[in-house]
């Protein structure tokens, strides 16, 4: 695999460069190490509302303008915001790369944060929250994350909430702005035909202008919750999650509480798919995934059923749980998992928005690139013992914790 070059400009911002022979493409994210944990009383949502902004124009470019840039000459422009970073990215062919920088710098250092567009497109985002609300399947994600944290920045909702985003204005928008986004909290990442050296000379050209202050130390790790929510609604189905306190990015376990995961629920050949869908047929969705943050994470089993099911749906998979962390998998499903992970992992890496992705989040987290053999190596090496007592720490049976969206659910 190749090595990505990488530089520093005496701001901070640091930039990364992988040139991929065989591709005709590249991407390109400017990254912040900025999310919604990082927002104080009074700037609930902000991370996720500049990310809206930042599309609405600059001085020199319109709304429509940014678009057509990218767009209208074959390329993609995207952003997202999640708990502990925001992402402006863009997929082009690689003569319109230098042309991605500058609009993607343009639209983050010189975002108009006009006051007519601030208020429509607060509505938009507060549509945004009605439609996440409205959608059980997602909402219940939020409230058990929620819930598990409260109190707690990791446990509010990206995109905060209809009266934060409601009360934002101009000038504490874009005072969040200037606190974040300092060079030591930047990073481009470039992934696919390209042309380090040019990178680095357009990247000091145009975030050259971003403030060298230092960045504010992040929150403390949250504590778990155990609780039981039961939400009725006027649903067809429950939706649900179960699940229990989850290790951080940083945790000797990371390793061995993935391939638990994928044992426990990781497609179509999992315990909880072969269990619940295959065998009894009580749910369409049954699945788990592990939640894993700077901070610390949840790991979770979600899916859906009946009203009539929810009862043995939930015996089911504490029957599954229980005889996972108790007796463990086989060797089997072991070799099997780390072969999923490693599949999953390699061929991910053929994209070039994903290599770029991955480039910029191992150095926002971990300050470098971790080679793919290493991450790989740590996968092969998880043994049995390893699965049982990481599924033990993540699922506790004595303190997991459910919640569940639907009609007539019993306490």
């Keep these: 695999m190749p090595k990505p070059l990488a530089t520093t400009l005496p701001n901070g911002v640091r930039v990364f460069a992988e040139r991929i022979e065989h591709v005709r493409s590249v991407a390109v994210g400017l990254w912040c190490h900025t999310g919604s944990q990082n927002e104080r009383p009074g700037e609930f949502g902000f991370a996720h509302l500049f990310e809206h902004m930042a599309f609405k124009g600059t001085p020199t470019r319109s709304a429509k303008d940014i678009v057509d840039s990218i767009e209208g000459r074959g390329g993609s422009l995207n952003a997202l915001t999640d708990k502990e970073a925001t992402c402006f990215y863009a997929r082009v062919l690689p003569d319109d790369l230098s042309n991605a920088m500058e609009v993607l710098a343009d639209m983050v250092f010189h975002a108009n944060v006009d006051p007519a567009d601030l208020e429509l497109e607060q509505g938009v985002v507060v549509e945004e929250i009605r439609q996440a609300r409205d959608e059980p399947s997602d909402h219940v994600h ?152 700077s901070g610390g994470g949840l790991n979770v089993v979600y899916g859906d059923t009946s009203p009539e099911k929810w009862a043995e749906v939930q015996r089911v998979v504490l029957d599954v749980l229980r005889d996972l962390t108790t007796n463990g998998p086989t060797e089997d499903e072991l070799e099997r998992a780390k072969r999923q992970i490693h599949g999953h992992l390699v061929i991910s890496l053929e994209g070039m928005n994903q290599r770029m992705s991955r480039i910029a989040r191992n150095n926002l987290l971990f300050g470098r690139t971790i080679p793919i053999d290493e991450t790989l190596e740590k996968v092969r090496a998880v043994s049995l013992e390893d699965v049982v007592r990481a599924g033990r720490r993540v699922f506790p049976m004595d303190r997991l914790s459910v919640t569940a969206i639907g009609p007539k659910l019993e306490a």
């Design 142 to 293: 939020e409230l058990h994350v929620e819930r598990c944290w409260p109190d707690h920045p990791l446990g509010r909702p990206i995109s905060g909430t209809e009266e934060s985003v409601r009360q934002a204005e101009r000038d504490s928008l874009l005072g969040f702005v200037r606190r974040r986004y300092t060079g030591p909290n930047l990073l481009l990442s470039v992934a696919g035909y390209c042309d380090p050296e040019q990178v680095f000379r357009e990247a000091e050209r145009l975030l050259g202008e971003a403030s060298p202050n230092a960045s504010e130390p992040k929150p403390g790790a949250p504590s778990y919750a155990p609780h039981r929510t039961l939400v009725e609604d006027d649903t067809e189905q429950v939706h649900f999650c179960i699940g229990g306190p989850g290790v951080s990015v940083y945790d000797d376990d990371l390793h061995a509480v993935g391939v638990f995961d994928a044992i426990l629920g990781g497609g179509m050949s999992s315990r909880l798919f072969q269990e619940v869908r295959e065998k009894r047929g009580l749910a369409y969705t049954i699945a788990s995934y592990s939640a894993t943050l």
